[in-house]
DNA sequence: TTCGTTTATCGTCGATAGACGATAGAACAA
DNA sequence: TTGTTCTATCGTCTATCGACGATAAACGAA
């Protein structure tokens, strides 16, 4: 089993925001750290965007250090890995050409 | 781009719910299609689980199909593609050789 | 036709999410 | 010290979600 079902649909649901999607690609996007830019990416209040990145902290997806004044923002995709894992199970005859079709355990 | 914010956003959305992750296991374990047996596996009214249908119908995760006096519902994997296309791309560095279905540990 | 079965929709309720402005806290510069 | 900058939290509001029971709609059987 990849994941519980709440442990899924909390990732999910974490990503289940348009501002949060792009949150996560501009910090894809950004080798090091960000900081107060997101602010100005995504066009919200300073405090809405502090929520989606608390949403994002909690569920795991990001990581958040201290550096300085500012704080440095990092994906964690490690976290996502269960829900990756979810999606990749339903999606066996993708052309990704990726995995064999590996029996489900019973459950 | 693998898809727009608010498409990927929504996919993660409506599998933002542990009842709607139970349900597309559920359809995932059952070859064929599968009616009312739903309502009594995740264990909710039959407005609820109609209501959770609807949700994952909505987002293209699932069809329905009129068989009979039931409907017979499946899965429609291709639609998670851009959710999926999404988490792959940012999780790149460790263990996905590519293929490895499951990151669990294994001993 | 009527009856039974299955699914979808409606109405309502409480809980949660999402947005904002305002404020508080932390770290550096001068 | 003061001042500036950046971030987190608080309070409040509206909108949506999720659950339920009740009801309607569609279909097959009798």
């Known amino acids: 089993?990849?994941?519980?079902?709440?442990?899924?649909a909390d990732l999910a649901k974490a990503l289940g925001h348009p501002a949060r999607i792009r949150i996560v690609r501009l910090l894809m996007a950004t080798p090091g750290c960000i900081g107060g830019d997101i602010v100005n990416a995504v066009g919200?209040?300073?405090?809405?965007?502090?929520?989606?990145?608390?949403?994002?902290?909690?569920a795991g997806i990001i990581s958040g250090e201290i550096s300085g004044p500012k704080v440095c923002y990092a994906l964690t995709p490690d976290a996502l890995?269960?829900?990756a894992a979810f999606i990749a199970a339903l999606t066996p005859p993708?052309?990704?050409?990726?995995?064999?079709?590996?029996?489900?355990?019973?459950?």
Chains 1, 2 share one sequence.
């Not at 919200?44 to 909690?58: G, N, P, W, Y």
């Open 44 to 58: 919200l209040a300073q405090s809405t965007v502090s929520e989606h990145l608390r949403i994002l902290k909690a």
């Open 94 to 107: 993708t052309g990704t050409g990726c995995c064999l079709p590996v029996a489900e355990e019973r459950s």
């Open 81 to 83: 890995a269960p829900l």
């Open 1 to 8: 089993m990849p994941g519980s079902n709440e442990q899924i």
